[in-house]
Every structure is written in C-alpha cells, then in structure tokens.
C-alpha cells in the first residue's frame, strides 16, 4: 500500500487556467505538508496542516489555496496558473514535527504550464 | 532561525570509492537530524536518522554521526555503486515547536562504472 499518494503523477496546462493537485495519506500522520521543487532540486515549504488546522503559510501568492476536509487528505488548488508556477510538487506527511519519524513523501506531481 | 548547510554537487565518484558529503546546521536547542535520498523521477526516501548527540544513524551502507561539537551530521558510504547515484538532502526537525522542517539545497551523487 502506498503511504503517502498523490494525484496526478503529471499535469500540463495552459497559462491561466485553474488546476488541483490531491494527496492522501494511510500512515495515521497528524500533519501534512506541501512543498514546491524547482529545476535546480531545491525545496521550499509552501503549507503545513496540523490535524485540519493550518499551521505554516510561507511566502506564497494567494493563487495557490490549500486544503484539507481531514487529516488523512490535503489537496492543493491553483488558479490563474503561470509559466513560473511550473515545478515538481510534493506532498509528505509525518507524525507532529517529525523530530522523532522524520518525514514521509508522496511521489511527486510534476507539473508544466505551457 | 534553523539552518542546514550541505557541499555543493555535484559529487562524481568511480564504482567502489570512499563517499562524503558534507553537512553542518544553525539551530537552537537539540534538533533531529536526517538524510533523505531522492532517485531520478521519485520523491525523497528517508535514509537514515539521529535525534541526539553522539548518535549513529546508518541504512544501506550509509552512515552519519551526529555530531554536536562540530554542529555537523557528515553522510559516509566506504563503497558506492553505480545504484546509489541520486540527490542526496540533509535535514533538521524539532520537537514541541516549530513544524517548519529545515532542508539543505541537496547534493546530487553521480557514481560512473
């Protein structure tokens, strides 16, 4: 069984457009994650939930709307999508801050606006 | 605030040398030290971890000390192989604070036959 599964593996969209990303985990974590991945492997939170309730929201434009209807689920919504949008996005979850498990990560939804 | 440090990559090696990548934090307290390992195409896989001073975290080969003195969690393999070639990510966690994780900028290994 997958721990931590996101939908779809790979996107390509026009400029403009509106686009969700799902992710759902079975791993009994309490806290879910997004992170933005650009060319250059470099990671940059974007969201963290904490049981439903959001906890991080780092510098990122309000096109990008995260949510979560429950702990196992954190979906990531993007409107109005632009060229700079396109990157590898992850999902992970873990146990609290992960201090003591670390972190589980989902396979990864590439996506490309063309 | 908390910081991870990690060699720039690319690190290019012959099958069956001797790996280090280095890795040093900025962080208050007694952070949770990991490596994560990302393969071509995939997410990142926990590699190994230590949650205090002095411990050994080791996987597949893999070791790494935490080392409190140095402020440095060094990742070491006696002999790589060509499957090991990957992106490899130093990172800090703490408890009973903050939950944003800490990440370095990654080092990509590349191990020729």
């Known amino acids: 069984d997958t721990a931590v599964s996101q939908t779809p593996k790979y996107l390509v969209t026009q400029m403009g457009n509106d686009k969700s990303i799902k992710c759902e985990q079975n791993?009994?974590?309490?806290?879910m994650y997004w992170y933005k991945q650009d060319s250059k492997k470099f990671l940059k939170i974007m969201f963290s939930y904490n049981n439903k309730e959001l906890i991080i929201n780092e510098t990122v434009p309000n096109r990008f709307s995260p949510k979560s209807p429950d702990k196992a689920h954190l979906n990531l919504h993007i409107n109005s999508l632009e060229l700079g949008d396109s990157a590898v996005y992850f999902c992970a979850s873990s146990q609290g801050t992960g201090a003591e498990e670390g972190y589980t990560f989902g396979s990864g939804t590439r996506l490309t606006v063309v | 605030g908390n910081s991870v440090t990690q060699m720039e990559g690319p690190v290019t090696l012959s099958e069956e040398a001797f790996l280090t990548i280095n890795c040093t934090y900025t962080?208050?307290?007694?952070?949770?030290l990991f490596w994560y390992v990302q393969y071509p195409g995939e997410g990142l896989q926990l590699l190994l971890k230590?949650?205090?001073?002095?411990d050994k975290g080791s996987n597949k080969g893999f070791e790494a000390t935490y080392r409190k003195e140095t402020t440095s969690f060094h990742l070491e393999k006696g002999s790589v192989q060509v499957s090991d070639s990957a992106v490899y990510f130093c990172?800090?966690?703490?408890?009973?604070?903050?939950?944003?994780?800490?990440f370095g900028r990654g080092t990509s290994l590349i191990v020729h036959p």
């Open positions: 962080a208050t307290g007694y952070p949770s």
């Open positions: 990172a800090l966690s703490k408890s009973g604070g903050s939950y944003i994780p800490t």
């Open positions: 230590a949650t205090k001073a002095d």
């Open positions: 791993l009994g974590h309490d806290t």
